[in-house]
């Protein structure tokens, strides 16, 4: 299938072919018949797309700090190849659309198949959108109408909070698009409107529709003419949705407001605020989000979970279902708006020179003649697998994936026939990147190819147990990227897989194949007398609301990144832990901390702490390690520079901030070329670890040490 995407790299806007989205839980897939291009929003992707570094950056000054403050911690090389890695992931364009339900996913019984419905899907032949993102099309609607459903929410939104009543005298600042429909929606609230705009097509349009229309240009003074219009009142309220960098906006906006008048942004504006022109009048200014109450809440968007409407009566999706009523009845009419419609394959002429553009509404129109040739899987470049051995394909296309999985593999010249994703986008650009044969939005397809004999699992956390067990039943080796699973129950399904099938089972803990860990493990010898261990990890600040601290999709940071530095403290001493307590920081601790002090007991006595913090600085080192055996000590600095004392010859070790990535991976494919089972590191020791993490969040909801079995 064909979707529009904007390269954030080199500025080109781009049709790209890419396989047909998996629809999943909670979600509808949807067939595109039409969708509305936002010029202004859009336009603001396109143009910054096109922006050289330099313009980019200071368009983003608070990035700047944050990559400034990461070149201090992981150095210019690896910062810089991050900021590549984010700027190669090219941004989907569009948020109005408009087809039909195709295939409905679990749990959704709002919809069924063949439903006509308006969503914030892409420009793209097929989307798959989340069930409260998605409404029903009144018969009496057509598709070009419907396609503005979402616009219209976004002005809707900005006028429930403004709460106007019948008879008040609101100002629209702005008449684009979404200014357009607001001014029509007060209109049909009861309200005396007022319009400004520099563009004489669009003001002579909203005084068609029966707005009081002013272009300033002509001279006209917005604040006198505000209060002559309303015998030296001034405005009740004052609806923003011009995008403009000027903070004249906001003082012209405060001025023209009666006494305790408010203020509502919907669009961007400059926003540096005269406490003065606020002061006076005890004006009330509110920032409007989008299409209204859910917006931004996983809980609602990715999981469905509705906010009741005796507490919450508009939501986005009632917002969406509000708009097309309106379009219904004929009090937004939204016809008059549409300047052009184009065919896909010509979405050049709407995206061409889009900077210099007077349209207000552009459709983009769907050929579905050939829906029935569309495919989950594309192939990107035609390779020949046969006779070889370690063929790879991978299931997940995140940041993880493009930036650390991927780069290591190129170098090590590895065969990579698939990489997976759900939407089918990320995986086909890394596919284009990283010269692999097929993208894929069906994992299936990978299971079931003889050719390949190894599956990287790097999807979230809570699909790695299911996908390495639908992996081994395939008799296939496996990659996990940690952790392996997230509760008991998961690894002892894995386990007993495992000891079904004569394949590999490999987990992501790379620090053990750091060039600085052999070279400790070197030091320390084949000794088994006990050791102790201290490893810091400065996390870092990541908010609540990321999914990593969801325990059912993330599992915590502790079982999905703590587990590091258990499986290298383990491969340090070699061998397995027995009992573990962890104690967080807080007087009311809960299981997805990320400050805590976890304590290891080992079976030959060594002892381990591993302190893993989320609020320390940025400018302190990430992991540091110390090992302290037989009158000698080791410290490991971030995996730059290790320091001994205490040993025979050379003191002072230097490293390029290797983790061990490239190397685990080295001996991963060598171990498939070969045809060897028995895993780049011992199954036994990476359940125990998995167990370890498990026990390490009982010994923090019961208050002890916990044994591991």
């Known amino acids: 299938m064909k979707q529009i995407i904007q390269d954030l790299k080199d500025g080109n806007t781009i049709l790209e072919e890419v396989p047909v989205p998996r629809v999943k839980s909670g979600f509808v897939l949807i067939r595109t018949t039409k969708s509305l291009v936002s010029l202004g929003t859009e336009k603001m992707l396109v143009e910054f797309g096109k922006a050289n570094f330099i313009q980019k950056a200071r368009q983003q000054p608070d990035k700047v700090k944050m990559v400034l403050d990461k070149v201090k911690t992981d150095g210019f090389k690896p910062t810089i190849e991050a900021v590549f890695n984010k700027l190669n992931q090219p941004l989907p364009l569009g948020y109005c659309n408009v087809g039909i339900v195709e295939k409905i996913g679990k749990g959704v019984t709002e919809f069924k198949v063949g439903d006509r419905v308006a969503s914030n899907g892409n420009h793209a032949e097929y989307v798959v959108v989340p069930k409260n993102l998605v409404a029903k099309i009144p018969n009496e609607v057509s598709d070009e109408e419907a396609t503005f459903t979402v616009i219209g929410s976004i002005g809707l939104q900005g006028i429930r909070l403004l709460k106007p009543t019948f008879g008040e005298t609101i100002v629209v600042v702005g008449l684009g698009l979404i200014g357009l429909v607001t001014a029509e929606l007060?209109?049909?609230?009861?309200?005396?409107?007022?319009?400004?705009d520099y563009d004489p097509v669009k003001v002579q349009l909203a005084k068609e529709k029966g707005v009081l229309a002013v272009n300033p240009s002509d001279g006209t003074d917005q604040v006198k003419f505000v209060?002559?219009?309303?015998?030296?009142?001034?405005?009740?309220?004052?609806?923003?949705?011009?995008?403009?960098?000027?903070?004249?906006?906001?003082?012209?906006?405060?001025?023209?407001?009666?006494?305790?008048?408010?203020?509502v942004l919907v669009g961007v504006i400059g926003l540096d605020i005269s406490r003065a022109d606020f002061y006076e009048k005890e004006l009330s200014f509110q920032v409007s989000c989008s299409y209204g109450p859910g917006r931004y809440d996983e809980s609602y968007e990715q999981k469905g979970v509705d906010y009741p409407i005796g507490y919450v009566r508009w939501t986005e999706n009632r917002n969406f279902e509000a708009v097309l009523n309106a379009i219904k009845r004929g009090s937004l009419d939204v016809k008059s708006l549409i300047t052009e419609s184009y065919e896909l394959s010509d979405y050049q002429k709407i995206y061409g020179d889009m900077g210099n553009s007077k349209a207000i509404a552009s459709i983009i129109n769907y050929d579905n003649s050939n829906s029935e040739k569309v495919s989950d899987n594309v192939i990107v470049k035609n390779k020949n697998f046969k006779g070889t051995k370690g063929i790879i394909g991978i299931i997940g296309a995140g940041n993880f994936t493009s930036s650390t999985i991927l780069p290591k593999l190129k170098r090590l010249n590895a065969n990579i026939k698939y990489i997976a994703s759900s939407a089918g986008l990320s995986s086909t650009i890394l596919a284009k990147?990283?010269?692999?044969?097929?993208?894929?939005?069906?994992?299936?397809?990978?299971?079931?190819?003889?050719?390949?004999?190894?599956?990287?699992?790097?999807?979230?956390?809570?699909?790695?147990?299911?996908?390495a067990l639908e992996v081994l039943k395939a008799d296939k080796s496996v990659f996990v990227e940690k952790p392996l699973a997230l509760n008991k129950f998961e690894l002892e399904e894995i386990i007993k897989e495992y000891r079904k099938r004569n394949v590999s089972v490999s987990v992501g803990f790379n620090r053990r194949f750091a060039p600085l860990a052999k070279k400790m493990k070197s030091l320390i010898g084949d000794n088994t007398n006990p050791i102790n261990l201290i490893a810091t990890m400065n996390a870092g600040f990541i908010p609540q609301d990321v999914w990593v601290h969801d325990m059912e999709i993330g599992g915590g940071?502790?079982?999905?990144?703590?587990?590091?530095f258990i499986d290298l403290c383990s491969y340090l001493t070699g061998s397995k832990v027995i009992s573990i307590c962890m104690n967080a920081m807080g007087k009311i601790t809960q299981e997805n901390t990320d400050n805590a002090s976890i304590l290891l007991k080992y079976d030959n006595g060594s002892n381990a702490v591993i302190n893993y913090f989320s609020n320390g600085s940025k400018s302190y080192s990430k992991e540091r390690l110390e090992v302290y055996s037989q009158e000698r000590t080791m410290v490991m600095d971030n995996w730059r520079k290790l320091k001994t004392y205490g040993f025979k010859g050379k003191s002072n070790f230097?490293?390029?901030?290797?983790?061990?990535?490239?190397?685990?991976?080295?001996?991963?494919?060598?171990?498939?070329?070969?045809?060897?089972?028995?895993?780049?590191?011992?199954?036994?020791?990476?359940?125990?670890t998995t167990?370890?993490?498990?026990?390490?969040i009982e010994s923090l909801k019961e208050g002890k040490w916990i044994e591991i079995e």
């Open 557 to 564: 940071r502790i079982i999905g990144e703590a587990c590091h």
């Open 186 to 196: 007060l209109l049909a609230n009861g309200c005396n409107v007022i319009g400004f």
């Open 433 to 467: 990147r990283f010269s692999i044969a097929n993208s894929t939005t069906n994992y299936k397809n990978i299971l079931e190819d003889a050719d390949v004999d190894l599956v990287m699992v790097t999807t979230q956390h809570n699909m790695h147990a299911s996908m």
């Open 654 to 688: 230097k490293s390029k901030q290797d983790k061990g990535h490239l190397h685990q991976f080295k001996e991963l494919i060598e171990q498939q070329k070969s045809g060897g089972v028995d895993g780049i590191i011992p199954f036994d020791s990476i359940v125990n």
């Open 691 to 696: 167990k370890a993490s498990f026990a390490a």
């Open 227 to 263: 209060q002559e219009y309303t015998d030296g009142i001034g405005a009740d309220g004052v609806i923003i949705t011009a995008s403009n960098k000027s903070n004249d906006i906001i003082s012209q906006s405060a001025k023209m407001s009666r006494k305790r008048g408010r203020i």
